[in-house]
């Protein structure tokens, strides 16, 4: 499905937003739209003049005239139309894209006498139990109570690794319309019919449910309220006219209204927020409303869990250092020989150190060695070598005791080695052969690289990052320096997010947090954007307004910049569209005045050919600029990490002072081959 994502305009998706524009010509729909509602009125009157020239009173202009502004219009309020489907469009094909995963799939329900009962997956409600075998497709969203499996979760993330799933903790909710890869699970339903995860998902995706967000509330309202304006200037106008003895054709009046009201933005608002939805959902990610979205691109705080987010949460090998009368190399080998067996990222990890400062082995070698696995009780592991030699590695207490034990000595500078890596955030683990102590592996929680410049990127943004973990003090400003983030929280709990977020809220800021337990929703619940990974609990999902279907916690990064990129996206096409208004006011008003008021020729700068050519230039150039500026819509403006001032002044200058030129130089050439084709 991932691929299908990036198909993002194919030819059948373009032949059903076409006949999509013609439906959306449905005055109910319009009018959802004032500043294009406007607009269509406009051409409905034009029709009207284009069938009797004389409807409103005597003319001076023929049928033709008319007819070409009514064509012209209609194809600006059809350009607006297509926009909108275009943009509708991808969110519909993605949504039958998920149709084809909520396929109606049957389930093995569990009855309370403990049969099994094959039932429609549509006939599932909440609290019903499903056994679901391997390579089964799972029927609706659940948690998992009994048993461990593999889940191929490809269908919704595009992702072709299986996840595994248990019971209990905060990997056991699963999905509908994922597939078991191995083993058996025993669900129970969390969702009555039409209510799942995937329901949901289709509806945002498709717009059905897709509400207006404040700024585009706000930004309509203001649309409307110049539309308004522009209106009765338009109205004060005829008695103005009549005054000067000047006739105002109605069509003229109607060309100079649509060319004055914000048509191009008009156009085009819709388009940009149901892209800004589209574009977050290419990434996997699900924003349940299109306010999320937005509110990512505002946040002024960032709260991220430290393990699993900033760093890899598995500890590594990072340095293995020996005691004072044992040399590296001895130590090394001897670290290499104790993980040989030890399958754990910890002991893979020292086995590639040792490789990486020289140490070779062969499996060959050690196939009659005895693996001694590790245990709470013991707090070690090792290898027990044919030869009898007893090689051993773990917790520094409890090699020291097992040393001890044995009639062996502890060096004297095992106990600073051991501290010197615990204050520094990490975990010494002693190694040990028979009786003798060689020396300390050092393990440390890896950040993840790449992080330290993506912070630094967020700060160029102005947004503080603030890491939050349960360990101490001294390891907490360890990681928090490795990795770049501003702010750390040690020893934190579940409150103390909650009481972050709201203390950077009460500030007047906007906080991100992203989470995966249930201990994370309420924090999730509080936060302005909150992301819960999908392998997460259902808690931490429901508490959320996005979900991160590929459950990585970094990709709140690449979140903020669409929800930044959204918003100046909006700005910048606002601003070329008030702007060219200026470049089709000199175009229209002198050509309307000027027979009356010569002195309105010094404002003719383009030098137009005639009154009429000059209405139908700046109209069509009025209805062509909204499909060119399509792909714009789509994609969106191009974010860079930059400061608030200096990103709007570069945007002013681009689009402000482009939405001016632009127009001036496109009426002028339309106005040439208007009036060199003498089509009026």
């Known amino acids: 499905m991932a691929a299908e994502r990036k198909n993002t305009l194919s030819g059948e998706m373009v032949s059903r937003a076409f006949l999509d524009a013609f439906k959306k010509l449905n005055p109910m729909v319009m009018i959802k739209n004032p500043v294009m509602f406007v607009v269509e009125v406009g051409t409905l009157i034009t029709l009207l003049l284009s069938i009797q020239p004389d409807l409103f009173g005597a003319t001076n202009v023929g049928r033709g005239y008319n007819i070409a502004v ?179 054709e109605v069509a003229t009046l109607i060309a100079l209204l649509v060319c004055l009201i914000p048509t191009t933005i008009g156009g085009l608002l819709s388009a940009i927020g149901i892209a800004g939805m589209d574009r977050v959902t290419q990434f996997n990610v699900l924003a349940m409303s299109g306010k999320a979205v937005e509110a990512a691109g505002d946040i002024d705080t960032m709260i991220l869990d430290k393990t699993g987010t900033i760093t890899y949460g598995n500890r590594m090998a990072s340095e293995i250092i020996p005691v004072s009368d044992v040399t590296v190399t001895e130590v090394t080998f001897v670290a290499l020989q104790a993980s040989v067996k030890d399958e754990t990222p910890e002991g893979r990890s020292i086995v590639e150190l040792a490789n990486k400062q020289g140490e070779q082995w062969a499996a060959s070698e050690y196939e009659g060695a005895e693996a001694v696995e590790f245990t709470a009780e013991t707090r070690m592991s090792g290898l027990n070598l044919s030869s009898g030699t007893v090689i051993r590695k773990g917790a520094v207490d409890a090699i020291k005791k097992y040393v001890t034990a044995k009639g062996g000595n502890v060096p004297d500078d095992l106990e ?72 750390f929280i040690a020893e934190a709990k579940p409150e103390d997010k909650i009481a972050a977020i709201k203390k950077e809220q009460q500030e007047g800021k906007l906080v991100a947090m992203t989470g995966d337990g249930t201990n994370d929703a309420p924090a999730l619940a509080q936060a302005d954007v909150g992301m819960a990974m999908n392998s997460g609990t259902m808690a931490a999902k429901e508490a959320a307004n996005m979900i991160d279907l590929d459950s990585d916690p970094t990709k709140l990064l690449s979140v903020i910049s669409i929800g930044k990129q959204l918003l100046i996206t909006r700005g910048a096409l606002t601003t070329f569209s008030i702007a060219n208004d200026i470049a089709k ?96």
């Open 70 to 248: 009514f064509i012209i219009l209609l194809f600006t309020v059809l350009f607006a139309n297509f926009a909108e489907a275009i943009a509708e469009g991808r969110g519909k094909a993605q949504a039958d894209s998920l149709r084809k995963t909520k396929s109606d799939t049957t389930a093995r329900l569990i009855q309370k006498d403990g049969t099994y009962k094959q039932v429609s997956s549509t006939q599932l409600k909440k609290g019903d139990i499903v056994r679901i075998e391997v390579g089964e497709i799972i029927p609706t969203d659940g948690e998992i109570i009994q048993g461990l499996a593999s889940i191929d979760e490809s269908a919704i993330t595009g992702e072709s690794a299986p996840v595994i799933k248990e019971a209990g903790g905060d990997f056991s909710s699963v999905t509908g319309g994922t597939r078991v890869a191995s083993d058996y699970i025993v669900v129970k339903v969390t969702t009555d019919p039409g209510e799942s995860f995937l329901d949901r998902m289709i509806a945002l995706v498709e717009g059905a449910k897709r509400q207006k967000t404040p700024n585009e509330i706000a930004l309509t309202t203001l649309l409307a309220v110049l539309t308004l304006i522009f209106l009765i200037v338009i109205m004060t106008m005829v008695p103005m006219a009549s005054y000067l003895s000047v006739q105002l």
């Open 416 to 487: 600073d080695i051991s501290n010197r890596i615990a204050k520094a955030g990490g975990t010494p683990l002693a190694v040990a052969v028979n009786n003798r102590i060689y020396g300390v592996i050092y393990l440390k929680d890896t950040v993840k690289p790449g992080l330290k410049e993506r912070f630094a990127e967020l700060r160029a943004m102005g947004i503080k990052t603030v890491m939050c973990t349960g360990d101490n003090p001294l390891t907490a400003a360890t990681i928090a320096r490795e990795a770049g983030v501003d702010e």
């Open 585 to 680: 006011y000199f175009a229209i008003i002198p050509a309307m005045f000027i027979l009356a008021m010569p002195q309105l020729q010094a404002l003719n700068i383009m030098h137009l050919a005639s009154p009429e050519s000059a209405i139908l230039s700046a109209l069509i150039f009025n209805a062509i600029i909204i499909p060119l500026l399509i792909p714009i819509a789509m994609k969106g403006v191009k974010y860079r990490s930059m400061s608030a001032d200096r990103l709007l002044s570069r945007n002013v200058l681009i689009y402000g002072i482009g939405g001016v030129i632009v127009p001036f130089i496109a009426i002028k050439l339309i106005d040439m081959l208007i009036h060199g084709l003498n089509i009026v």
